[in-house]
T-cell receptor, first 112, second 114 residues
Framework: DQQVKQNSPSLSVQEGRISILNCDYT??????FLWYKKYPAEGPTFLISISSIKDKNEDGRFTVFLNKSAKHLSLHIVPSQPGDSAVYFCAAINFGNEKLTFGTGTRLTIIP | NAGVMQNPRHLVRRRGQEARLRCSPMKGHSHVYWYRQLPEEGLKFMVY????????ESGMPKERFSAEFPKEGPSILRIQQVVRGDSAAYFC????????????FGQGTRLTVV
């Protein structure tokens, strides 16, 4: 039962353009959503998060949008840079059980 | 301040052997989470521990897998009688409080069963 889904396993974007990574979830009890970035042979690193009471959070080049009615969130990276090439995981948590549920990841490749 | 330390980084075991994966959380963190990433899949929650207590092990296979987080020392994920299907990357994360969703991850242990 995949409660958090990233339907695009890979995405290629030209350097300087906007990268949009999407994530859908099924559990309406999730309180908080996070995006992690993962390079090969390294652990995931936290990137940005958003509470379920908000619809947007921005941090530099990264913006996360949350559409609760559609159970959808997205991560926008603009402008995209070569160092952004990595696998991006979205994750969600229900504070009642305190464990992260991850999506399957999207491999982003920035083309110079 | 050292981050979350996992060792070994790579572990090769023959079928039927035991695998022990260690995780030292960040200094001051008393909450540890273990995740497994199978090839071509996302991270799957396995177990959540606080010092000396297993809080949630709903993601742990019922047999051969166990985890502990003793009062002193690292958290240990133990896999007995490993099989090829156990080959995966195992990640540990730690947080200051159970509700700290900005948990910090270790670099992972890649287990290969031959």
């Amino acid at each position: 039962d995949q409660q958090v889904k990233q339907n695009s396993p890979s995405l290629s974007v030209q350097e300087g353009r906007i990268s949009i990574l999407n994530c859908d979830y099924t559990n309406s009890m999730f309180d908080y959503f996070l995006w992690y970035k993962k390079y090969p042979a390294e652990g995931p690193t936290f990137l940005i998060s958003i509470s379920s009471i908000k619809d947007k959070n921005e941090d530099g080049r990264f913006t996360v949008f949350l559409n609760k009615s559609a159970k959808h969130l997205s991560l926008h990276i603009v402008p995209s840079q070569p160092g952004d090439s990595a696998v991006y995981f979205c994750a969600a948590i229900n504070f009642g059980n305190e464990k992260l549920t991850f999506g399957t990841g999207t491999r982003l490749t920035i083309i110079p | 301040n050292a981050g979350v330390m996992q060792n070994p980084r790579h572990l090769v075991r023959r079928r039927g052997q035991e695998a022990r994966l260690r995780c030292s959380p960040m200094k001051g963190h008393s909450h540890v989470y273990w995740y497994r990433q199978l090839p071509e899949e996302g991270l799957k929650f396995m177990v959540y521990l606080q010092k000396e207590n297993i809080i949630d092990e709903s993601g742990m296979p019922k047999e051969r897998f166990s985890a502990e987080f003793p009062k002193e020392g690292p958290s240990i994920l133990r896999i007995q009688q490993v099989v090829r299907g156990d080959s995966a990357a195992y990640f540990c994360a730690s947080s200051l409080q159970g509700r700290d969703t900005e948990a910090f991850f270790g670099q992972g242990t890649r287990l290969t069963v031959v």
